[in-house]
């Protein structure tokens, strides 16, 4: 009988072991289409840039977000809503919002917009021969200016005048488990694999939903990806990344006790090995982990590429709060400053780099189906998961713009008297840093998935 206890201990013992090892074991040493590593990532996010990151966007700035949760989805019916509790979100009530980010009628970004007088600018208009516009002239020059700016866009963004867009506080309506899954949400996800992903319809993807898959199944779809340009492969690993990244999120903020006196949130482990463990995924696991590295750096690099434009003296996180702002702008740059100093940058060159029109083509076909990837957040039914989407996939796609503005953001000009060729909304500036926020907790999180599962060896 003793013989039989002690066997069973070794054979629990070696599948926690193993458990550990199939969910980490292919995530070390150097990272594809990159010259980084794995460790070198780790080691950067978790000790020097996460810390300051959390802080940074607990401000104000950073905490209120405004976006429409109400708009139709445009591809197909979407017959309910989530109905549980965890998948609603609470709005902001006008007096919860500072004044400086709801009013309209502070330019947030520019300290001489908001300290020049009125009557300057009028006394300026006066003194002019004739500098009025006709209505029709006007209305078609504001035509251009959103058309110039959606063609430099990779996302939808939210019309902040709508009556329908919200403010919401990030940190009061956390991403977590909500208990929204089933055919409504992997309806989401295989659209955006089948639809938007540059995959033909007769290369099935690992692990779809109620189909049968041999392995070989899932090597013919590796073969076909490793025969793609290095561009429609690295958009492929941006979505796996982002989608793992969600992943980590549910199953480090899992509800793991709902009774009537308490409502307890914590790390799943099973959760965490249902999603990456390499036997329970049939050696999907493990790579998804190493996507989520390469959408790092892609996010990374670009937050080290849009320094110049937050470095401008007009420019202000601007909230009505002059000390606190200041002091956020400095963290900012700071923050910044670190991203640029990374040792082993993505280069952004290696991409679009052959033929000049098929580049741009290439670059076009890129930028529009991201940019449906973006209208397919207005298709989750759990609100809470479609805030979190929206705000991660805008997050992403304003990365990608600041990576293929380099040369207007390299030639922002020094007189805020110029108009500058490349701008940022504050909602493009709140979702780029929220959204490398959740990628950065992802990577940290792991470190502690690390250590739950070696305390169960």
Known sequence: MKLVFLLLLLFLLQVFRAAHGRCFCQLTGDLDDCTCDVETVDGFNNDQLFPKLQ?????????????????????????????????????????????????????????EANEQPDECEQAKHLGAVDVSL????????????????????????????????QYVDLLLNPERFTGYKGPEAWQIWNSIYEENCFKPFSIKRPLIPNSFQSSSGAKSFYSWLEGQCVEKRAFYRLISGLHSSINIHLSARYLLDDSWFQRKWGHNV????????????????????RNLYFLYLIELRALAKALPFFQQPSFRLYTGKPEEDQNHKELLLDILQMARSFPLHFDETSLFAGNEKEAAQLKEDIRLAFLNISRIMDCVGCFKCRLWGKLQTQGLGTALKILFSAQQIEAL???????????????????????????STSIRELENFRSLLAEER
């Open 134 to 165: 006709s209505n029709e002239t006007r209305e078609a020059l504001l035509k251009w200016s959103k058309h110039d700016d959606e063609a430099e866009r990779f996302c939808v963004v939210d019309d902040e005048e709508s009556p329908d867009s």
């Open 413 to 439: 000009p020094k007189s805020s008297e110029q108009r500058p060729s490349f701008q940022l909304s504050r909602q493009e500036i709140v979702s780029l840093l929220n959204a490398f926020g959740r990628i």
């Open 270 to 289: 099973s959760e965490f090995r249902l999603r990456f463990d390499s036997e329970l995924t049939s050696g999907e696991g493990p790579k998804r982990l």
């Open 55 to 111: 802080t940074l966007l607990e401000s104000d700035y950073f905490r209120f977000y405004k976006v429409n949760l109400n708009k139709p989805c445009p591809f197909w019916t979407v017959t309910s809503h989530c109905g549980l509790r965890d998948c609603a979100v609470k709005p902001c009530s006008d007096n919860e919002v500072p004044e400086g980010i709801r009013s309209s009628s502070h330019n947030k970004y520019s300290a």
